[in-house]
């Protein structure tokens, strides 16, 4: 959709309001999604896409975003300011009708070219009904323009409180503790990583983030400043770095099909996994849909063709399948969509019909020209095809055996599995715990009721490198499809999980709390990263957390699971005390394992979340990868691995 064509008409009173906001502070769920960590920041990207939407509509080219020293946000853009006129039919200002009338900030009217607008699409009134506190200021006309309101009540009328030949909005705001379950406390990685991602999916647009929180070893802030001028381009780059790019360049398209914007960069690397990710209006849709259909059907057809005209699948015995185009794929979809219906779980999966064929033939034309332009690329895409067909052959009898193992329920399970006695998947635990002899004083010290325990031996395979056949025929691999009762794979896609048996809603990794345990614990998430992503996902994955102190005088005995505690500890027993430091789960009994790491009741276990699929894709190739710098780089930054929040 050009800028010209669909010039947006604004004026004051095209501001339609929808709802109270105290609706907003009643049922804060229903529009930030939930009040936990991630609830909270999407507060900072509901502000953030307003101002995105102000520069994708070509009025402003960079957004400012700062973590206060006290836990707000500041976002700053240089737009054109929302406007501060009076608005006909509310009778106060526009600004005010923006900031306190829910669904007026986002949609003006249809003929206002927007699509974006937070995850939601909620506005920043949301942000204003759950903030203690917000300020917002407008540069424009030569005037500086303010109002403040507290938990979404305007303070004051706007009010004008100086000049200035800047033109922009400001908003601070600190959100309500009242409100969020979550501590008021902004993680820096996850909101550069999302300000990252927009600077990819808007190229053109200056970012930057700044945490007035803590300083580097200069005496600075920490700051990031992200533009990217190649967009979804530099995105594959970035995401692909530490990967082995097969191909001469990343093949990309930008265009327009049928009205829909769309953009696609794909790369083909060495690796055997396929790293789609896929976003409308700047959301990533997680559980893909008809713009992903779209980019497959267009990828197939297109090789596929291609591959037959040179003749080189001639002598094949077997079929090519969909999936043998995407092995070793990274590729991003971006698209525009004026009315997108979303679906699914979580609400990320594209409905609308019409963008297949949009995406669909945006793929075909790209691919088409490039294959034709770069024979050598070709060439080595169409072998790189032929052989994933070929270990895809060999992996579906591997996958084949788990399968049948784990379809004959009972007789099939694991003979190294320590069932629980209830079935009831709801109510039931794993634990998958390093070491035959840790899983020995696990089996000891659990709840047999509700708790199972599977001992996996040593170092699991690093799925990240090994081929799909060599991932179905690993011991330890298959224990864990046949005791979780998943089954994976159907004729169309060979990954396609089946959770309808999965026999425990809790699934935790126990590890040592040392250097191995962890290498081991990422093995192992990296395993479920790969083949079994929705486990994570729906929130069944824990990782279990040890104590790394024991500190006892006399009969009086507390664990610590960091320093701070342990000098504490050791203070309140009076300033010496001796302290047992464990090296791994071996050295504690099946009494202490319970009372620290299994027994729900005082146990603290983390859930493993993804924050940001493109972020977490990169981290698990870099870290299971071949390249070892930028490994090393990553765990000595992050040496506590409880940090690693991929
Ligand atoms: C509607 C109309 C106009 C500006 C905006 C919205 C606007 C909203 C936000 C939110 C954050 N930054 C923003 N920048 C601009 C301007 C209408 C006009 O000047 O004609």
Redesign the pocket.
Known sequence: MSEEAKK?N??ADS?QALEGMEHVRMRPSMYIGDVGVRGLHHLVYE?VD??I??AMAG??DAVDVWINEDNSIS?K?N?????VGMHKKEGVS?LEV?MTKIGA?GK?DKD?YKVSGGLHGVG?SVVNALSNHLKATVY?DGKIWEQEYEKGKPSYPVKTVGETDEK??M?TFIPDDTIFQAEIDFNYETLSARMRELSFLNKGIKISITDKRSKDDEGNFIREDFHSTEGLKEFVRYLDATREQLTSDVISMEGEKNGIPVEVAMVYNTSYTENLHSYVNNINTHEGGTHLSGFRRGLTGTLKKYAESTGMLDKLKFEIAGDDFREGLTAIISVKVAEPQFEGQTKTKLGNREVTSAVSQAVSEMLTNYLEENPADAKTIVQKVILAAQARNAAKKAREMVQRKTVMSGGGLPGKLSDCAWSEPEKCEIFLVEGDSAGGTAKQGRDRNFQAILPLRGKILNVEKAMQHKVFENEEIKNMFTALGVTIGTEEDSKALNLEKLRYHKIVIMCDADVDGSHIATLILTFFFRYMKELIEEGYVYIAAPPLYLVKKGAKKEYAWNDEERDAIVEKFGGSAPIQRYKGLGEMNAEQLWDTTMNPEFRTMRLVTIDNSAEADRTFSMLMGDEVPPRREFIENNAVYANIDI
Do not use: K, M, Q
């Open positions: 947006p604004y004026s501001i502000v307003n101002s939407d102000e009025h402003c976002v853009d737009g054109r300011g929302i406007p526009a923006v900030g003006f206002s920043v424009r922009g909005t908003v």
